[in-house]
Nanobody, 129 residues
């Protein structure tokens, strides 16, 4: 069983920055997809960024140009740098991953065409205006 643990998050004013990290449990095979989803109050969970084990990246349009994502594939760790945060970025952020190639593009994985296999417990991000 793969466990994903998020860290980071917190509260910040609009325009500020935060960093989220995600680490998979030890002895986890290299995960093909690792990404971030967020869920705002009263809304469905939305994929915002994904990076595959080769370093290819896709962002949702809502965060493109403001967020960056990186990972250490060998260690199964991933970082999301969030800049120019807006109140609309408020929500619970979840790390997610899938071990093997699912036959879908990064964008489709982000859209949950194939539901990620593993999820973290989530970390709260609050952006005040």
């Amino acid at each position: 069983q793969v466990h994903l643990v998020e860290s980071g998050g917190g509260s910040v004013q609009a325009g500020g920055s935060l960093r989220l990290s995600c680490a998979a449990s030890e002895d986890t095979p290299i995960l093909y997809y690792m990404g971030w989803f967020r869920q705002a109050p009263g809304k469905e969970r939305q994929g915002i960024a994904v990076i595959n084990k080769y370093g290819l990246i896709t962002f949702d349009d809502s965060v493109k140009g403001r967020f960056t994502i990186s990972r250490d594939a060998a260690k199964n760790t991933m970082t999301l740098h969030m800049n120019s945060l807006e109140p609309e970025d408020t929500g619970t952020y979840y790390c997610a991953a899938t071990e093997s190639f699912s036959g879908v593009s990064l964008a489709s994985w982000l859209a949950q065409a194939v539901r990620p296999a593993y999820w973290g417990q989530g970390t709260q991000v609050t952006v005040s205006s």
